[in-house]
Each structure stands twice: as structure tokens, then as C-alpha cells.
DNA sequence: CGTACATTTGACCAAACGGTTAAAATAAAA
DNA sequence: TTTTATTTTAACCGTTTGGTCAAATGTACG
């Protein structure tokens, strides 16, 4: 994290805070002034409105997904050691922010025309190739038979969701089941890897 | 579904396709009230405040969830049969309620003090008899070494996460890629039952 | 120093919100 | 029908919210 002083940043980090955890409807403007300890008024002579703050921040966090993705994709390797990528990048990005899959996909749910062209413009980029190269692999025999796209879905379910539902998790699985959530997450790499591992043995 | 016409399920049919879909922070009494077709004075006359209401709703929503889960559970099978009823019981309750898992998770994250209590009540129960299953099926060679919690938790990630996700994959796959949502759910079905099969192969 | 410019603040505003109330409309009981 | 109880509504209330503005404070520069 670059660490800035300046009252923009210190906003966008308030803002961050703030709009990761509640959301554009429960987010509150004297909120994230008091987070960032500066006043109301002051919000609005950086960003204009409520909703420019929010898109600034929402653009960030689709950015962060992005990033994560064409990371781990675009290097020249295996389907397999890709996903491992995947799920190394990616837990490493949820770490810090574990509201970041929430957040997003709330806000699609909510406000689909503003995310859409941001995710088309971002995010696609090797997901074609990387599909490609499954068939490729299928065909060959490396990898067994399985629909490109599902591979891609399981994977990112396998990493995504248990970050995301942590909260209950932590509740249903009873008392002591479920490590502090930066242990959960230590678990979860190899437990990924070593299930899409099995799964697509031939 | 129970088709009822009285003035409180028309107000309860209404608040759970708001609250449902914009959360309790998003949600609009007079929102509630247009979409039920009443006034909104009549809202508080069934039920005395939003909290009230937006209670009643989340509870049937947790119900819904654990009711899915005791009943894949519960009958007498072995570990991977269980999943694929899990798979099949899941699939069927999300495919007319695709907010369900998001609407959860979220008032999950804004105030877990409220959900924790009916998750516990509710969900916990077969929880521990599977787990030790697994376990013991494991021992016996009937299918690969894993832990047991992770196992649940890959099964209801690769379940739920592309249900939540699905307006943004949709875009994210890119034109025609992915099918509307009914017949992507039809697909996933044998797709993630093969990929459980594949994974737990000894 | 003084002046021009940018930054920060407290006070304020209009709209939106959850909630209340008294009266109107409807149904049930006599 | 008349009376009583229930259901529904329009109008209203106090608070919260996003946003504005003029004044105050700080900063750079002649």
C-alpha cells in the first residue's frame, strides 16, 4: 500500500472503509467524514457527490478483481499451475480486503449498466485464451474431459465463496471448527489446489 | 408456493421481493407499500416497524437455506450421494430465488449479532454427523483423503457462488457464452456433480 | 507585510425517510 | 337498520441525509 497523507487519499482510504463494508445504500457521508476526521463539507469539495465517491471506489475494487485475474492467467503455463496462481493472487488480494466479493457483487445485482462496461473493458482480456488452452489440454489428454468455462467457475467458487461467507461459516461450523480468518485462509490454498488437483486427473 | 390473498401475505410477498433484492439498508417502506399495491400507513399497521418486517423475512430466508441443507443431510446415504442431493435440493430452491445467497451473506457482514443466533439454532444440526462421515469414508478408502469441513465448504462454494455471481460471469464470459440463467443452472447441475466425483476418486 | 489563492469549517437547506394519527371506508354484530 | 369493530387511507411529523454556502483558516508569492 502506497501510504499517503493527503487529504485525498485519506478520503478515498475512509471511503474505502466505509463503502466495502456497508455499501452505496448504507454507507453514510458523515461516516466516512468522521472515518477520515475531516468534515462534511470537505468530502464534497474533492468529490462532487456521494455517487462519484462511490464509483471511484467501486472502479478500484473492479480493478483489484481484474488485476488478480489477467495476473494469474497471462503467464505461459498449464491450466493447473494458472488455477494455482489463481489461487495464490487471489487469496493474497482477500486477505486484505475480505469484502471485496460482497461489495462487487452487490452492486451488479444493483446497478448492473454502471459495472458492466467496466468489467467487459477489464476483465476479459485472457479469459478466452485460457479457455482455448482447456480444450487444448482436454483434447490431449493432460486434463480429464470438463467444460472450459465450468473449470473457470469451479475455481473462482472455490476461492471466492468461502471469503465471502465467512461470517456464517465461522457460525455453522460450530465451536472451534473454523481458524481466525487469516488461518482459514493459510488452509484454504492447499485445500484448493489439492481438490482441482484430483478433480482433474485424467 | 402457498397462493394467499390476504392483505398480510400481500404485504410479506412484496417486502420479501424489495428487501430481497436491495437489502434492509436499500429497501423503502413506500417502495414495499407501491409494490403490494397499499398504503404505506397499512405496512405499519401489520407490522409495526421496517426492523420488524425486514426480521420476518431474513428468518424465512435463513429457514429456506437450513431446510435445503437438513434435507440433503439428513437421509441415510453415502458422503458423495448426500452432496449430489445437496447439489440438486440447492439448485431447485435458488433457481426461484437467486438473491437468496447474497440477501444472507450480506446482513450477515452488517450485523451478524442478528443472524447469529438463527444460524445456530437452525443449520448446525446434521452438520457434525457428516463431517464425521466423511471422515470415516476416508479411512475406509471409499474416497480421497480431505478434510472433512473443506469438503462441505468446496461442495457449497462451487453450489452457491455462480448463482450469486451470475449477472457478473454473464458479462464476464463474454457474448453467448453463458446461457440464461434457468438453463445455466441445468448445466452446472451435472457439471459440479462431476467434479465432486472427480475430486473425491481414492 | 499584504494580497491572491486554495483549503477547511460550521451552519444551514430541501428532500427523503420511517413512523404516527385522525378520519374515512368497509365489514361484522346487534 | 343501527351500532360496533376492523381495515384502509390521506395528511402530517420529527429526524436523517446528501448537498450548499459564506465565512474562517491556512499557504504561496509579490
Redesign the interface.
Known amino acids: 500500500m502506497v501510504k499517503d497523507t493527503t487529504t485525498e487519499s485519506i478520503i478515498l482510504e475512509a471511503a474505502r472503509t466505509v463503502f466495502l463494508?456497508?455499501?452505496?445504500?448504507?454507507a453514510r457521508m458523515q461516516e466516512i467524514a468522521d472515518e477520515a476526521g475531516i468534515n462534511k463539507a470537505l468530502l464534497h469539495y474533492y468529490y462532487r457527490s456521494k455517487e462519484k465517491l462511490f464509483d471511484r471506489i467501486l472502479e478500484e475494487a473492479i480493478g483489484q478483481i481484474a488485476d488478480g485475474l489477467n495476473k494469474a492467467l497471462e503467464e505461459e503455463q498449464s491450466v493447473t499451475l494458472k488455477l494455482f496462481a489463481l489461487v495464490e493472487v487471489y487469496l493474497n488480494v482477500l486477505r486484505d480486503n475480505r469484502?471485496l466479493p460482497?461489495f462487487?457483487?452487490?452492486e451488479?445485482?444493483?446497478n448492473?449498466e454502471k459495472?458492466?462496461a467496466l468489467?467487459?473493458r477489464k476483465?476479459?482480456k485472457h479469459?478466452?485464451g485460457f479457455l482455448k488452452q482447456v480444450r487444448e489440454e482436454v483434447e490431449q489428454g493432460l486434463i480429464?474431459p470438463?467444460?472450459p468455462?465450468?473449470l473457470l467457475?469451479?475455481a473462482?467458487?472455490?476461492i471466492?465463496?468461502?471469503v465471502?461467507?465467512y461470517?456464517?461459516?465461522s457460525?455453522?461450523?460450530?465451536a472451534g471448527?473454523?481458524p481466525v480468518f487469516e488461518a482459514f485462509l493459510d488452509?484454504?490454498k492447499p485445500?484448493?489446489k489439492?481438490?482441482?488437483t484430483?478433480?482433474?486427473?485424467p
Do not use: C
Not at 463494508?21 to 448504507?26: E, R
Not at 484430483?198 to 486427473?201: F, G, S
Open positions: 463494508k456497508k455499501g452505496m445504500a448504507g469484502y460482497l462487487v457483487l452487490n451488479m445485482n444493483l448492473p459495472i458492466t468489467i467487459e476483465i476479459a479469459i478466452p480429464a470438463i467444460h468455462m465450468h467457475l469451479n473462482l467458487s472455490l471466492i465463496f468461502p465471502a461467507a461470517p456464517v461459516l457460525k455453522i461450523g460450530g471448527e473454523l488452509e484454504r485445500g484448493i489439492q481438490f482441482i484430483h478433480a482433474l486427473r
